[in-house]
């Protein structure tokens, strides 16, 4: 399938460790967050998301964790499998409005 | 994906050739959105549209055209004016300020 992000950033793990994808947020006003995994040839698909009354997220196997004192977002993967390769990326949101800051990206590749 | 539908997922244009791209939603969404994926990039922003009749440009609108007759569609033109159009096309949609979700993609490429 077409290759999304052949220069990005990329994180390999052994499958059934753990992975923490980072990721640093431009706006100190963005008080809505969203992971998104894309894997190649597909479009983005929602994972998991955070408000900013919060600094910890748990999902099945993933939690977010959101540190507003430096801008930073993190998402925690449990006992990656060959399932999670893909693309991960963030999404920055000011809550009442129509303004999304996409992050880059950063590939994700599971080791057997 | 979500209730975005994304048609064709693999779209060839000539040279001086305007193509279109559909995009579909039914869940009942205001807001629609068209972003340009390319290697080693983010999304980047083409047009949006937060209500039927209505639309807005994004950072990267020059060369593009959008309509918003309906709540459920949101057609993306490539005009000829777009030198550079290969690229991974991503629709989405959301509610003001929450979730954005998207369609499954269409490739654009260049006879």
């Known amino acids: 399938g077409e290759s999304v992000g052949l220069h990005l950033p990329t994180l390999s793990v052994q499958e059934g460790d753990n992975s923490i994808i980072n990721c640093a947020y431009s706006?100190?006003?963005?008080?809505?967050f969203i992971w998104y995994k894309q894997e190649s040839g597909k479009g983005p698909q929602f994972i998991i998301d955070i408000r900013s009354n919060m600094d910890k997220r748990q999902g099945q196997r993933v939690t977010v964790l959101l540190n507003k004192t430096v801008k930073h977002l993190s998402l925690q993967i449990a006992a990656t499998q060959p399932g999670d390769s893909a693309v991960y990326f963030c999404?920055?949101?000011?809550?009442?409005?129509?303004?999304?800051?996409f992050g880059t990206g950063t590939r994700l590749k599971v080791l057997a | 994906d979500g209730g975005i539908t994304q048609s064709p997922k693999y779209l060839f244009r000539k040279e001086g050739q305007n193509v279109t791209l559909s995009c579909e939603q039914n869940l009942n969404h205001d807001a629609m959105y068209w972003y340009r994926q390319d290697p080693g990039q983010g999304l980047r922003l083409i047009y949006y549209s937060q209500i039927v009749n209505d639309f807005q440009k994004g950072d990267i609108a020059e060369g593009y055209s959008v309509s918003r007759e309906k709540k459920e569609s949101f057609p993306l033109t490539v005009t000829s004016a777009q030198k550079n159009p290969t690229a991974f096309y991503l629709c989405?949609?959301?509610?003001?300020?929450?979730?954005?979700?998207f369609g499954p993609g269409t490739r654009l490429l260049v006879l």
């Open positions: 989405a949609a959301s509610s003001r300020g929450e979730t954005q979700y």
């Open positions: 706006n100190s006003a963005s008080d809505y």
């Open positions: 999404a920055e949101i000011l809550s009442g409005t129509y303004k999304y800051i």
